[in-house]
């Protein structure tokens, strides 16, 4: 079975750092491109960054670029966000999610995370 687990969302204040991490289980994880999506209280889910199999490209949403960096160890099976200069505006649940292939996309991820809980706010 397929596993996404996410982990290190906590409470955190503006303009403070914080690192998630997900670690993937049940797949070859060099072969499917990951991503990180949240979705705040009120609104739709959205794409927040993503990484190509091997991690040799990358792709970030317009609100956070500049302040958020996604990347991915092999060795580890692990996926992670950091995020710096964090706004009340990244408060949300931060999924991650997989995908077949090693196009980055927006969309037609096959597999998600349960999430986890980022608070920003003072």
């Known amino acids: 079975q397929v596993q996404l687990v996410e982990s290190g969302g906590r409470l955190v204040q503006p303009g403070g750092s914080l690192s998630l991490s997900c670690i993937v289980s049940?797949?070859?994880?060099?072969?499917?491109?990951m991503g990180w999506f949240r979705q705040a209280p009120g609104k739709e889910r959205e794409f927040v960054a993503g990484?190509?199999?091997?991690?040799?490209?990358?792709f970030r949403s317009d609100s956070v670029k500049g302040r958020f960096t996604i990347s991915r160890d092999g060795a580890k099976n692990t996926l992670y966000l950091q995020m710096n200069g964090l706004k009340p505006e990244d408060t949300a649940v931060y999924y991650c999610?997989?995908?077949?292939?090693?196009?980055?996309?927006?969309?037609?991820?096959?597999?998600w995370g349960q999430g986890t809980q980022v608070t920003v706010s003072s």
């Open positions: 999610a997989a995908r077949p292939g090693g196009d980055v996309v927006v969309n037609e991820y096959e597999y």
């Open positions: 049940g797949l070859t994880f060099s072969r499917y491109t």
């Open positions: 990484i190509s199999w091997l991690g040799g490209r990358t």
